[in-house]
């Protein structure tokens, strides 16, 4: 490794690894303080997150200040202990393009599962969700309320604490990388369960997508193209889970739902399968990028 490469990181990597373990706790830690500010409130948990999601004033509030707890607490370490700038955590670059690009991804990612699903169990049934006395205005605005607060702001939120922040303190040593992103894939899941019951098939389904983001931004070091992945994956989840609060139109649902053990396999072959397809994409950009390098520079020569 070059020593300019070495010189763009001021810490030691024991320090660096203290920091993240830190700046980890404190999110996490986080969300006990965001407990009580909705029992002041007067809110049911269950309000504030999954298909129980009640897009009221008392809950956006909660929402937006939690999330800007996370921002700040991100920004507070990139300028005082690492002094660098946010810019450097995924948000240089295109916006839009990669937001799509990993939104159509992810709602193809859940579609799939959704089919291996049906495979898998038995009596599957869509049906639509929207009440009748539900007029479309209102349904687009729970729509555009759930996108902005419950799907963008908080993909943004996770990825930047769970995967943009931890992997690009280690950029100098690539072979922490797997380590490193197993770790912050394992804790991304167990986090989740502070508000819900565990069981194994959702940890894991957790852990393999929080792995399958990680990897993602490893080799992208976008947070939007994650985000929009993350997006995705939600997004058809919400369209189809029945509360048009959350943007339901329909409602999913199978008679007999495959057994744990065939989520989990099902989870892991997804997560194992779109690495690959991200991998080979990856790969495809960078001969690609060569290839153009080669002719600029052969033409300059020229």
């Not at 579609?111 to 009748?132: D, K, T």
């Not at 209102?138 to 922040?165: D, H, M, P």
């Not at 929009?228 to 199978?254: A, C, M, P, Q, T």
């Amino acid at each position: 490794m070059n020593k300019e490469r070495k010189n763009k990181y001021r810490l030691k990597v024991h320090l660096r690894i203290l920091i993240v373990i830190v700046v980890l706790i404190v999110s996490v830690l986080s969300i006990v303080i965001a407990l009580p500010l909705a029992e002041l409130l007067n809110l049911d948990l269950s309000e504030l997150q999954g298909q129980g999601f009640n897009p009221t004033f008392k809950v956006l509030t909660v929402v937006i200040l939690y999330a800007s707890f996370q921002f700040f607490l991100i920004w507070l370490v990139m300028s005082l202990i690492h002094k660098k700038s946010m810019k450097v955590l995924g948000f240089n670059g295109p916006v839009l393009k990669p937001l799509l690009i990993g939104t159509a991804i992810g709602m193809l990612m859940q579609a799939i599962e959704y089919v291996l699903y049906c495979i898998s169990g038995s009596g599957a049934s869509l049906s639509f969700s929207i009440p009748a006395d539900v007029s479309i205005i209102t349904f687009i605005g729970y729509l555009l309320l759930n996108i902005l607060f419950l799907l963008t702001l908080n993909s943004l939120k996770e990825e930047l604490v769970f995967r943009a922040y931890p992997i690009k303190q280690f950029d100098d040593h690539p072979n922490l990388m797997v380590l490193l992103l197993v770790m912050v894939s394992l804790i991304f899941a167990a986090v989740h369960h502070i508000l819900s019951p565990f069981t194994l098939e959702a940890f894991i389904s957790r852990f393999t997508i929080a792995l399958l983001l990680s990897f993602v931004f490893y080799k992208w070091r976008s947070i939007w193209l994650i985000s929009g992945v993350h997006n995705g994956l939600n997004l058809l989840v919400d369209l189809s889970g029945g509360n048009y609060k959350l943007g339901g139109i329909f409602e999913f649902s199978l008679q007999v739902e495959p057994s744990s053990t065939i989520s989990i396999v099902i989870d892991v072959v997804l997560a194992i399968t779109f690495i690959l397809f991200f991998n080979y994409i990856w790969k495809r950009e960078k001969q690609t990028n060569k290839l153009i390098f080669n002719i600029k520079h052969s033409e300059s020569i020229t």
